[in-house]
């Protein structure tokens, strides 16, 4: 069972790269992407302000696309 429910959170986290347009931006270069990932994690170690912008910017995105979801 935990097992499952680990699979499904890696999925979903993997989804938000997704949706993010990273993978595309990067042109599926892993690589890339975990360096971004590397940097994303220094910064907001640095300055944890950026994680109370970071957060507020996705609440917004998925609230936005909900809202595009309720009115189509």
């Known amino acids: 069972m935990a ?3 680990r ?3 890696l999925i979903e986290l993997g989804g938000l790269v997704q949706k993010s347009g990273l993978v595309d931006l990067t042109e ?12 994303l994690a220094a910064r907001a170690q ?12 996705g609440k ?3 609230e936005a ?3 595009a979801l309720i009115e189509t």
């Open 3 to 5: 097992r499952r429910e």
């Open 7 to 9: 699979t499904r959170h």
């Open 28 to 39: 599926d270069d892993r690589a890339t992407l975990y360096g971004a990932m590397l940097d």
């Open 46 to 57: 640095q300055d944890s302000d950026v994680l109370t912008l970071w957060k507020r910017r």
């Open 60 to 62: 917004r995105a998925f």
């Open 65 to 67: 696309e909900a809202d």
